[in-house]
């Protein structure tokens, strides 16, 4: 099997934190979760353990009533002249007070669902002398290994990550498929991200259409579409000795425009709402769908981007594949003016999203909110922040005036 290069380049340049591209990376296979356990691992190392007040078990709920659960949401009426308007209502409702939902009879084959999760299991169960051959190189998280980059003291997260392109001519250039093994991996994740897209378009537009608004309005705040892309990360949670002392992936909020996540049938993806945590269903030819932080800002926290994480567990392990939905790269991303009022002014600076995207993926996991950085003050010296116009392409104009 031929080695494939993996590493993203980027001259883009950080805004707030520290300049420059992607951090370096070096993935020391012999410390991968799935390695450890394999090695027949009795007891969770130092560097995954979690302090007790942040443990499952010290923070979840213990009863979470039937109603509180995300919304299940059937998409196979969205076009129908009568009932579509109600599930447009659906959706919106569920981004303004969740931020995840989960769909079904979304228009996705069941057969691609299927080869895409095979994939990623004939992709783990490859020796690990295979599987280095596509670490990570650098902090953007494509490639093979840890899925955000770390640092001294921050704890490992349980479970191993192969990242790639899977819809995006311009990054496929740059992260080719065609040499990843197995031999229908290229083929058949080509085809998935493809359908991903299209997805998300559709959400997309929904989301629109419940602000009032045509339903390309959110899309066309995103740049030009052939440049947009989903990045795609297959995830392997290793069954934990201990479970109850780790975390599969510790707190966050995602970087993108919209996630959509697919689950093998096993539980341990939550969400944070109103200060409890609430597992989320494993549904059979289901997709998880939330909000990116893109979306928050674009939408002027109308629809917001929330705190999820996922949970460890000691059964046969589990899989998932988490698609992000990324706008072009130099797509300047701001509250758009429709979502902007006296009193609901922009919320946020304008920011490149090469540079959020670039310092997003250095921060470690369940530190502070990484789009709380751009936000703007609600008043300065007498001044509030209005985005003046549709053709201003997102600069944030201060505007004297009284609520």
């Known amino acids: 099997m031929r080695k494939v290069d993996m590493t993203e380049?980027?001259?883009?340049?950080?805004?707030?934190?520290?300049?420059?591209?992607?951090?370096?990376?070096?993935?020391?296979?012999?410390?991968?979760?799935?390695?450890?356990?394999?090695?027949?691992?009795?007891?969770?190392?130092?560097?995954?353990?979690?302090p007790k007040n942040l443990r499952p078990s010290s923070t979840r709920m213990k009863n979470i009533p039937r109603t509180f659960q995300i919304p299940v949401i059937d998409m196979a009426k969205l076009n129908h002249p009568d009932f579509g308007e109600n599930v447009v209502r659906e959706i919106g409702r569920a981004c303004e007070e969740w931020g995840f939902f989960q769909v079904i009879n979304h228009g996705f084959s069941a057969e691609l669902m299927q080869g895409a999760m095979q994939m990623c299991g004939e992709f783990f169960a490859l020796p690990m002398e295979e599987k280095k051959l596509y670490s990570m190189k650098t902090s953007s998280g494509i490639g093979y290994g840890r899925r955000m980059a770390v640092k001294e003291g921050v704890r490992v997260?349980?479970?191993?990550?192969l990242g790639f392109w899977s819809a995006s001519e311009e990054h496929r250039k740059r992260q080719p498929l065609d040499v990843i093994c197995p031999a229908a991996f290229n083929a058949t994740m080509s085809q998935y991200g493809d359908e991903i897209l299209k997805l998300a378009h559709v959400i997309l537009s929904a989301l629109s259409r419940h602000a009032g608004l045509d339903g390309n309005y959110l899309l066309d705040r995103l740049g030009e579409t052939n440049t947009a892309g989903v990045r795609t990360g297959m995830n392997y949670y290793p069954p934990c000795p201990q479970p109850d002392l780790v975390m599969g992936i510790g707190q966050h909020a995602d970087g993108s425009v919209l996630t959509i996540v697919q689950q093998d049938g096993t539980p341990g993806l939550e969400v944070l709402k109103?200060?409890?945590?609430?597992?989320?269903?494993?549904?059979p030819e289901a997709f998880v769908i939330n909000v990116g932080d893109q979306i928050q800002m674009i939408s002027n926290e109308r629809y917001k981007s929330v705190?999820?994480?996922?949970?460890?567990?000691?059964?046969?392990?589990?899989?998932?594949i988490s698609n992000f939905f990324l706008p072009n790269w130099e797509t300047v991303v701001s509250p758009a003016p429709r979502f902007c009022t006296r009193s609901n002014p922009a919320r946020y600076q304008p920011v490149k999203f090469s540079e959020y995207i670039t310092e997003f993926m250095k921060v470690p996991l369940g530190e502070e909110r990484f789009v709380d950085l751009f936000k703007v003050p609600a008043r300065n010296e007498g001044n509030q922040y209005l985005i003046s116009a549709e053709g201003t392409k997102g600069k944030i104009c201060p505007q004297r005036f009284s609520d």
């Open 9 to 50: 380049t980027s001259a883009s340049r950080a805004p707030v934190t520290r300049k420059g591209s992607e951090l370096p990376v070096s993935v020391d296979t012999t410390k991968m979760v799935q390695f450890l356990v394999e090695k027949g691992l009795t007891e969770v190392p130092p560097e995954f353990l979690l």
């Open 157 to 161: 997260d349980w479970v191993d990550r």
């Open 274 to 283: 109103d200060g409890l945590w609430v597992p989320i269903p494993a549904i």
């Open 307 to 320: 705190v999820h994480r996922v949970v460890a567990g000691n059964g046969s392990g589990r899989k998932s």
